[in-house]
């Protein structure tokens, strides 16, 4: 009897196991999409020339880059809330591009299944799920970088139209392709032209006891800046948001143009 009862135990305890393995293997499979928040602030770019965010904000210059974004002439791939951004550097060899899928005005949760429903599970380590906090608006987006090395063609100091797309349709991740259809994508990319380039100078800082990075943006005789840092806890994400945005009007700092860098460029 007592040989039967351990028997019976241990297959209990196999049993137990192997279902805890299974169980466990089902949550990885359908891992909810967890967004991290990026906190944005417009601040006035007549106050913050160089020594001034260097003093307020502890900071030390980054990067000199040049954005340009791809689109066509009537923006059908803002239309269809997609964003491709190249950043070229000052002095590196590297470049990167950014595949963005947003989704504007669209509550989170209906967001997220959406995303879902294109096949995304929350376990892709290339992509990444974000919240873009700016202006009061909450915006989620899919997006990924590809980080590449300069070419002749695409450089800091050249930046050849059709080389550059086909380093955008080369890289292009296939989820972001596929999304709507491959070809109205590679007929859209074919079609784009170039919005930029944006000149950008990044900083380095801290902000109300938080790390924060600054950009300051020249396009066509305009200048924006923004200050912005990163938050994987939505509460806590809300906290800094409030935070910032009680110091910054407190301190005369905020700016009433709260636009996007996107927009920035690309309505001109």
Known sequence: MKSVKKIALQLFMVSLVLLCISGFGSAQVSAAINPGNEIKYNIKPDIFNESKIIDVFSATKKDEVKIYYFDTVNKAFLGADYNHRLRVYKDS????????????????????????????????????????????????????????????????????TEAAKKLILDNAPKKIQNWDTESWYNNTLAQSVVYGPAKATTYKGSYAGYEADIEVWNYQGDIMVELSTKEDDASKATVIEKLWRDKLEAEGYLSEDQRGKTAFVMEK
């Open 93 to 160: 060899n590297k470049i990167d591009i950014t595949y963005k899928k947003r989704f504007l005005n669209t509550p989170l949760d209906e967001a997220i299944a959406i995303t879902q429903n294109h096949g995304f599970t929350g376990n892709e380590s290339n992509y990444k799920f974000e919240l873009d906090i700016k202006g009061g608006k909450k915006n989620f987006a899919v997006s990924r970088k590809e980080s590449l090395k300069e070419t002749t063609k695409v450089s800091f100091n050249e930046v050849d």
